[in-house]
């Protein structure tokens, strides 16, 4: 089973990828903590990305796409794939199509936790306390969501009449989210 996890900066996709990862024993692509990574590790990508990440703006395709490659072609996390944060746009999606068809692979279902700006901007100031995440201070935080949610639309648009596909109010408890997937998924 393969999932996408769609939602804004803040909507808990993070949280509910690493329940779904333990609960199918899948595997998270997160690609906003492969990226941190990258600048953390200051490799050639990590410097070519980071005014972009400080900035709430998105990172090139090409570098994304070039992220995931490996993961989603490597057989032992073939039909495990957990999607977090990718694809956000329609040219991602169709890399994202093209890998999986190569790999005899496709997705499964498609979730959207839709969650508005204020209660995205009080999570993600309580984060910041506990994470330390570099990229989230709060002007930050409203370009990204408003980078999200204009660049994504689109994408959202295309999953939601060729997949299965689910919107909840990501702005209920965790643990009620974490029910309504479970019942579309027959967990
Ligand atoms: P996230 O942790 O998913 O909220 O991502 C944090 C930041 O990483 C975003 O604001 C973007 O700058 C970058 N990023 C993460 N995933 C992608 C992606 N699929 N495409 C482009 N940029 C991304």
Not at 5 to 12: C, Q, S, T
Not at 100 to 115: A, H, P, R, W
Not at 160 to 181: L, R, V
């Amino acid at each position: 089973m393969n999932i996408i996890l769609f939602g804004p900066p803040g909507a808990g996709k993070g949280t509910q990828a690493k329940y779904l990862v333990n609960k199918i024993d899948g595997f998270q692509i997160s690609t906003g903590d492969l990226l941190r990574e990258e600048i953390k590790k200051n490799t050639e990508i990590g410097k070519k990305i980071i005014n972009n990440m400080n900035d709430g703006k998105f990172v090139s395709d090409e570098i994304v796409n070039d992220l995931i490659k490996n993961i989603i072609l490597d057989p032992r996390k073939k039909n495990k794939l957990i999607f977090d944060g990718y694809p956000r746009s329609i040219s991602q999606a169709k890399n994202l199509n093209y890998l999986l068809s190569e790999s005899n692979q496709k997705i499964d279902s498609v979730f959207f936790l839709n969650v508005d700006k204020e209660i995205i901007i009080k999570r993600i100031k309580k984060r910041k306390i506990l994470e330390k995440r570099s990229d989230d201070d709060l002007e930050t935080i409203l370009k990204r969501y408003d980078t999200y949610m204009k660049t994504t639309k689109p994408v959202l648009d295309f999953y939601s009449k060729n997949f299965s596909f689910h919107e909840i109010d990501g702005g209920q408890e965790i643990s009620q989210i974490t029910k309504e997937i479970e019942a579309f998924l027959n967990l």
